[in-house]
């Protein structure tokens, strides 16, 4: 009879202990984006902060995404009341100097921000080599179905998106992927 | 002093009855004045907005705000939902169904954007379990009023 309730009890106990269990070891903000793999969403954003030669781009130009075929773009959501990318902003700025002489385009993309607050906060942290663009109504973002800044997409020479870093980027992590993807050819123009 | 009192509260009585009127004019003149002032839509715009609004509320209210706990993009105040919630309302003017709307969300943030689970597959488990719990319960209860009741001799 006891051996009866005690293996009644447990198989009532054991699947919720085993849900808990995994709910602890699953981080719920950790949630994994359908976009790797898939063509990365077109923009068109106009620039507000130009950058700096070699990489600089003029304010008021457009950032077109059709235009970079054939390159590896490194698209960097921020945003100047965002602490994390804070501590991203030296490193990105400084790995897109190195690939100055290489198809390697990077933009930021402020988000939920003003162009003023961002050219301050670009200003105080000592300059951007890389343009940034702004995203009117938050569109761009949400095509790439954002949930908080930093995130970083770095998409490949064949338009697809390649990889999406959430939170802060390191110069490691960018610097593989980019190399990887410069390591695979460009596709042929005219090519779907 | 009886008669005084009366005519005091005679007197007072007629105050609050003119008080009362008075504030019943100011009320008829203040709101004609603010109908007077709302600016006047014709009725069909009005019909079509409040119809694209429903429509907006009825699908912004499965999508789940990313930045918010549990919380729908309709009832959250949060800028990001307010954004997402003004591009379902653009898409449902451009012509897309709510379905394909929906679509576009979920290929943007996968399935985790609809609040409630897609019934397929492993998210079965989330619509069955309660009802699971509800039929073992009363089964539970049945079977122990059977084992009180049998068995037990009346003791009055």
């Known amino acids: 009879m006891n051996w009866k309730r005690a293996t009644i009890a447990g198989a009532f106990a054991f699947p919720i202990i085993g849900l808990f269990i995994y709910g602890l070891k699953h981080d719920p903000h950790d949630i994994p984006s359908p976009l790797p793999g898939k063509p990365a969403p077109t923009f068109a954003l106009e620039v507000f902060a130009p950058g700096q030669p070699p990489l600089g781009r003029p304010i008021g130009d457009t950032v077109r995404l059709a235009d970079l075929k054939g390159q590896v773009v490194v698209l960097n959501f921020w945003a100047s009341w965002c602490l994390a990318c804070r501590d991203e902003h030296r490193t990105l700025s400084e790995v897109a100097r190195s690939y100055a002489d290489k198809p390697v385009h990077f933009v930021g993309s402020l988000y939920q921000d003003t162009p003023n607050a961002g050219r301050q906060w670009i200003a105080e942290l000592g300059g951007q080599s890389y343009p940034s663009v702004q995203d009117p109504r938050t569109r761009t973002a949400i095509d790439y179905g954002l949930y908080g800044v930093p995130e970083t997409f770095i998409i490949g020479r064949d338009g697809l998106i390649a990889h999406k870093i959430t939170g802060p980027a390191s110069a490691a992590a960018v610097t593989q992927i980019v190399d990887s993807l410069l390591a695979t050819p460009a596709p042929a123009k005219g090519a779907p | ?156």
């Open chain 2, 1 to 156: 002093m009886k008669p005084t009192s009366r005519v005091l509260s005679r007197v007072l009585s007629r105050m609050l009855s003119r008080v009362l009127t008075l504030a019943a004019v100011i009320v008829v003149v203040v709101v004609g004045a603010a109908r007077a002032q709302t600016p006047q839509v014709s009725p069909r715009a009005a019909a079509g907005d409040s119809a694209l609004e429903a429509r907006t509320s009825a699908v912004a209210a499965q999508l789940r705000c990313p930045v918010c706990q549990g919380l729908s993009i309709q009832d959250s105040p949060s800028e990001l939902a307010q954004q997402m919630r003004s591009l379902v309302r653009d898409q449902l003017a451009d012509g897309k169904s709510p379905d394909a709307v929906k679509a576009y969300f979920i290929s943007k943030y996968g399935e985790w954007i609809l609040l409630a689970p897609a019934p397929h597959g492993f998210n079965l488990l989330a619509y069955a379990l309660p009802v699971l719990a509800v039929l073992g319960g009363g089964l539970a209860i049945v079977l122990a009023i059977r084992r009180w009741t049998s068995g037990t001799p009346e003791t009055t």
